[in-house]
């Protein structure tokens, strides 16, 4: 060995207790493996291969909006529905594309344009229709704030929005995307 390398492995301190060593998973602090941070690492890993980032701002994977989304009071079916368009999971040509289950990614509403998840549920003619009957009974935000602000638009969108609001948005989200 070259005896710099041997100089610094020596400095390296060894724990004062005599306990074998154990194999830890690091993303949890008590180097405890779970299946929502295996998830939480997976969900940033494939954001970050998708040239997208991961959906958190802090290194656990939590994110405050998520908590509002999986209480708010609206059919459990609806906000999974939510969770898959904000995490790229609907089933939108452009994705069924990208896995090759389809040749084309047009979308098959108003064969327009590329169906991705925010043409699928926002910018869809007949997606914009809903949207703008809906606006005549509930209050909604306006067109020209559904806009497609980067991959996390409707994260950015329900963090702006009051309770109310956010249910109405994510209620007109499952509508359109089933429909």
Not at 41 to 53: I, K, P, Q, T
Not at 160 to 177: D, F, G, K, P, Q
Request: net charge neutral; aromatic share 8%; proline share 4%.
């Amino acid at each position: 060995m070259i005896q710099e390398d041997v100089e610094l492995i020596l400095k390296i301190k060894t724990a004062r207790r005599e306990e074998g060593d154990f194999i830890a998973w690091q993303p949890e602090h008590n180097g405890m493996f779970t299946v929502k941070s295996a998830y939480h690492l997976a969900v940033s890993e494939n954001l970050r291969e998708a040239g997208g980032v991961a959906s958190s701002n802090r290194p656990d994977g939590a994110r405050p909006i998520w908590k509002v989304v999986w209480q708010a009071k609206i059919p459990q079916k609806v906000k999974i529905c939510a969770w898959r368009l904000a995490v790229d999971g609907l089933p939108t040509m452009k994705l069924k594309q990208r896995r090759n289950w389809a040749t084309l990614d047009t979308c098959i509403r108003c064969g327009m344009e590329a169906e991705d998840a925010f043409h699928a549920v926002i910018s869809c003619p007949r997606s914009a229709m809903v949207w703008e009957a809906m606006r005549e009974v509930w209050e909604l935000p306006e067109k020209e704030e559904l806009l497609h602000t980067g991959h996390e638009w409707l994260l950015d969108l329900l963090a702006r929005s009051n309770e109310h609001t956010r249910a109405r948005i994510m209620m007109l989200v499952w509508r359109t995307a089933v429909t």
